[in-house]
T-cell receptor
């Protein structure tokens, strides 16, 4: 079983729609990251969360530590939001080295 | 804005050849990482490096892999004798310190193709 699960795996939306991508994890974590990967392959960090909620522009990320669940929301989606969105967690282990454990990603396509 | 830079962006090599992937982490960062993403699969941790030594490595990081920080700025991943299954996108990342609130910054990746 994967330590980090994302849903859905693929998501197609119409421009302007509100989008939610979910992430569940099974390990104790010290932080959770939401990352964006464009077709060229580069990875960009969107958020790092250890509790609560963060907002940046049209993006909102929430985390519920007790339920081991996080969501990434995109409001007023736009075709330029089309990318793979990846959830990754930093496992809280003894001698932690900050390595990230990645989910499989959610491929988002926003159609005009 | 400071960034992690990786070179080359794409490398094609013959099976059995040695390759060196290069990374320049953000200048005041202390922790360095290599990750790998085989086409169509999730990103996987390879190795972390701190204070001039490996602090953790995955089971993927076998004897054919090595990392080095040869000077104050570069961080390299060497694959001694490449195999077809080493074809992947390799990402370098760095972070400023070890702690729960540490953000990791990723390079744009090197796409390695072994033929």
């Amino acid at each position: 079983k994967n330590e980090v699960e994302q849903s859905p795996q693929n998501l197609t939306a119409q421009e302007g729609e509100f989008i939610t991508i979910n992430c569940s994890y099974s390990v104790g974590i010290s932080a959770l990251h939401w990352l964006q990967q464009h077709p060229g392959g580069g990875i960009v960090s969107l958020f790092m969360l250890s509790s609560g909620k963060k907002k940046h522009g049209r993006l909102i990320a929430t985390i519920n530590i007790q339920e081991k669940h996080s969501s990434l929301h995109i409001t007023a989606s736009h075709p330029r939001d089309s990318a793979v969105y990846i959830c990754a967690v930093r496992s809280r282990t003894g001698g932690a080295t900050n390595k990230l454990i990645f989910g499989t990603g959610t491929l988002l396509a926003v159609q005009p | 804005e400071p960034e992690v830079t990786q070179t080359p962006s794409h490398q094609v090599t013959q099976m059995g050849q040695e390759v060196i992937l290069r990374c320049v982490p953000i200048s005041n960062h202390l922790y360095f990482y290599w990750y790998r993403q085989i086409l169509g699969q999730k990103v996987e941790f390879l190795v972390s490096f701190y204070n001039n030594e490996i602090s953790e490595k995955s089971e993927i990081f076998d004897d054919q892999f090595s990392v080095e920080r040869p000077d104050g700025s570069n961080f390299t991943l060497k694959i001694r004798s490449t195999k077809l299954e080493d074809s992947a996108m390799y990402f370098c990342a760095s972070s400023a310190w070890e702690g729960f609130n540490t953000e990791a910054f990723f390079g744009q990746g090197t796409r390695l193709t072994v033929v």
